[in-house]
Each structure stands twice: as C-alpha cells, then as structure tokens.
C-alpha cells in the first residue's frame, strides 16, 4: 500500500499524486441519484485523488481519476472521449490504451475533461508517483 503524507504545494511535481478539493463537471457523474452526484451538481468540491499536470508559484494544475465505486468498466453514461483508462480498465471502445496500474490494482480512469487549480498551501501527496510518460500522454490529451 502507498503511503502519504502533507506537504507544501512548492514541493510537488509534475506527476505527483496528491488528495486534492475539486470541483466536477456534473457531466462526469456516473450515478445521478448518489450523494455525490447531489454535491458535484450544487458544485460543490469533492476530494479525490489528482495528478499534478503542473507547478507554478501561487499553487498546481492536476486533474483527477476515478473509480466509479470500484467499477471494472467505464458507466456508460459517461463520454469515453473525456477518460483515460489505467490498467486494469478495459480498452474496449476506447479511444487510448490504458497506462500502466497503479500501486492499488484498481480499474480507474483519468479526467480529460479540465484542469483544476489548487492553491492551498498544504495537501496531502502519495509516496507514489505517474511515470513520466504516463504523464506526458494524460497531458497530450487534455481536453481543456
């Protein structure tokens, strides 16, 4: 199991897995009943894990990946053009093959869809870490 620990945002990195507040486009909620689905269409953020795409001097630019409740595939309310699968997500009908597994082993997928701005001092960064060309495709096929 990956550990984690808090730390300023001027020592992250391009690659860094952090639990970060986000606020979701509730076009990337898989079940519109839930609680969270309720609390992204109010807009209000949610805590998820995110990858940090980049730094700056007031804060990072991350998106965030998703399990959908530790689904093997992809709800298929969502638009499969906005997700990147990491392995073990199936490829099926994807646009991308998926990126190598996390440290967890769980299917999940990473947000095309924005990049978020966290500008709080202090978050909270996993041990691990995306290879670099893991990040490189995320960024490439960033939507915004």
């Keep these: 199991m990956a550990g984690?620990?808090?730390?300023?945002?001027?020592?992250?990195r391009p690659g860094d897995i952090?639990?970060?507040?986000?606020?979701?486009?509730?076009r990337d909620t898989a079940d519109p009943g839930s609680t969270t689905a309720?609390?992204?269409?109010?807009?209000?953020?949610?805590?998820?894990?995110?990858?940090?795409l980049s730094t700056g001097t007031d804060g990072?630019?991350?998106?965030?990946?998703?399990?959908f409740k530790e689904r093997s595939s992809l709800p298929r309310a969502l638009d499969?053009?906005?997700?990147?699968?990491?392995?073990?997500?199936?490829?099926?009908g994807f646009f991308y093959p998926p990126l190598p597994?996390?440290?967890?082993?769980?299917?999940?997928?990473?947000?095309?869809?924005?990049r978020h701005p966290i500008?709080?001092?202090r978050v909270r960064k996993f041990d691990?870490?995306?290879?670099?060309?893991?990040?490189n495709v995320i960024t490439l096929h960033m939507r915004a």
């Design 60 to 67: 990072v630019e991350v998106t965030y990946m998703a399990t």
């Design 101 to 114: 597994p996390r440290w967890n082993g769980k299917a999940q997928w990473v947000s095309l869809r924005a």
């Design 38 to 52: 309720r609390t992204i269409a109010e807009g209000e953020p949610i805590r998820h894990p995110c990858v940090v």
């Design 119 to 121: 500008t709080k001092r």
């Design 18 to 26: 952090i639990f970060a507040e986000i606020v979701i486009d509730p």
């Design 4 to 12: 984690s620990k808090e730390v300023y945002f001027e020592t992250l």
């Design 128 to 135: 691990e870490t995306f290879p670099v060309a893991s990040l």
């Design 80 to 92: 499969k053009s906005m997700w990147y699968p990491i392995s073990p997500a199936p490829y099926e």
